[in-house]
């Protein structure tokens, strides 16, 4: 079966442009959660989605914008890119309930230059 | 709001020995999940161990055991016989009771194995 699939890999963009970012969860998860991990830390919640709805939202700026699909696959947008933009973006899917474990995918790597 | 703190930025361990990572964390929560992931090089969260805050007894999957102290909101990582897969960064999540996949990370201790 395959895991949660994110992407690009890695790609590198210029101060000011967009992004989207892609992420493909496990089949038959309707669950998906977005972090966002700058170098040397632990990832920082962004997005949460389930069925479509918008369950949850991290500290982050209103450039930070996320979307799920009938599909349940999701993008992570991100407008005006900044330098401090820079880090890896983990996505996350589960079974929806209370007992149940998120599955991550292995990230897109953004730079930002 | 939620704060997970691991205080042991690196830890290093001999091949075949134990090393014990910390985590502490605040919540006025009574319900909740904690874990242990483990992100290897290739950057994947692999979940490595968890405890629901509502069981006494600590969780323990093969090599790896934790002690929950949930009074000192304590949530340390025990690993037996390490080896040199183990190497790796490890992060401490906390997860409220009904909050789906949204998690909230520590900091993470790199964990290095002497062979």
């Known amino acids: 079966d395959a895991g949660v699939t994110q992407s690009p890999t890695h790609l590198i963009k210029t101060r000011g442009q967009h992004v989207t970012l892609r992420c493909s969860p496990i089949?038959?998860?309707?669950?998906v959660s977005w972090y966002q991990q700058v170098l040397g830390q632990g990832p920082q919640f962004i997005f949460q989605?389930?069925?479509?709805?918008?369950?949850g939202r991290g500290n982050f700026p209103d450039r930070f914008s996320a979307r799920q699909f009938p599909n349940y696959s999701s993008e992570l947008n991100v407008n005006a890119l900044l330098l401090g933009d820079s880090a890896l973006y983990l996505c996350a899917s589960s079974f929806p309930g209370r007992n149940t474990e998120a599955f991550f995918g292995q990230g897109t790597r953004l730079t930002v230059v | 709001a939620q704060t997970v703190t691991q205080s042991q930025p690196e830890m290093s361990v001999q091949e075949a020995e134990t090393v014990t990572l910390s985590c502490t964390y605040d919540?006025?929560?009574?319900?909740?999940?904690l874990f242990w992931y483990k992100q290897p090089p290739s950057r994947q969260m692999i979940l490595v161990i968890r405890q629901e805050a509502y069981k006494q007894q600590n969780a323990t999957e093969n090599r790896f055991s934790v002690n929950f102290q949930k009074a000192a909101k304590s949530f340390s990582l025990k690993i037996s016989d390490s080896q040199l897969g183990d190497a790796a960064m490890y992060f401490c999540a906390y997860r409220r009771y009904n909050a789906g996949n949204m998690l909230t990370f520590g900091g993470g201790t790199r964990l290095m194995v002497k062979p």
């Open positions: 089949s038959g998860h309707k669950s």
């Open positions: 989605y389930y069925e479509k709805e918008e369950r």
């Open positions: 919540t006025s929560e009574s319900d909740y999940y």
